[in-house]
Every structure is written in C-alpha cells, then in structure tokens.
Nanobody, 125 residues
C-alpha cells in the first residue's frame, strides 16, 4: 500500500515557475514507478512526466518536454516536478501516481496503482 500527498501548487504568472512535491509512504515506494498527470476542466487526464523506480529513466509528455523536470529522492520517499516557463494551458489539477513496476517508466494512467488527491496549478496571463 502506498499513500501519496501532493503539495506546491498555486497561482503563478505566465513564464513563472513552480515546484510540486509528492510525498509517499509505504514499503513498496522503492520499487514504484512514479508519475505526474494533470487534468484541466472538461479535458481528459493527461500524462505529464514519469520516472522509474531507480530514478535513472524519465519520460515527458510532448506539451511539457523541455520545460518540466521530474526527479526523485528515494531516501525521503519524495518525487518532485519542477515546472518552468509556465503557460496558461498548464493550468490544471496535478496528480501524483505510483505503480509497483520496478525499472520502467509508466506512461499509461491505468497501469498506476495509487493516486494522490491532486494539487491545483493556475497560470495567469
């Protein structure tokens, strides 16, 4: 069992930065692939970024590649999403997810086993 709690969301102006954190508890965290997804009103949930359990592999959605960076700290059971050059279209609720799949980056939301409650990110123009 893994429990996830996101933090760091808020209101930011276009071009600004935010850093999201996802604090995880549970004995399987070290073997979990972690990911960030987002969902804007009226839209489907979208893959943002993923990181393998070892932290050696990452993958990004096309809309955020080059602007966002995912990283992890296994010692602190925490995953981060550094978001730079934010745009109004980045406005969404951001969710952290964990899937017990060692060694791979998981893109498909249906392969994740655990989800956080979400944190709102609003980018104002």
């Amino acid at each position: 069992q893994v429990q996830l709690v996101e933090s760091g969301g808020g209101l930011v102006q276009v071009g600004g930065s935010l850093r999201l954190s996802c604090s995880a508890s549970g004995r399987t965290f070290s073997r979990a692939a972690m990911g960030w997804f987002r969902q804007a009103p009226g839209k489907e949930r979208e893959f943002v970024a993923g990181i393998s359990s070892s932290g050696r592999s990452t993958y990004y959605g096309d809309s955020v590649r080059g602007r966002f960076t995912i990283s992890g700290d296994n010692a602190k059971n925490t995953v981060f999403l550094q978001m730079n050059s934010l745009k109004p279209e980045d406005t969404a609720v951001y969710y952290c997810a964990a899937g017990v799949r060692p060694g791979v980056v998981v893109v498909d939301q249906y392969e994740y086993d655990y989800w956080g409650q979400g944190t709102q990110v609003t980018v104002s123009s």
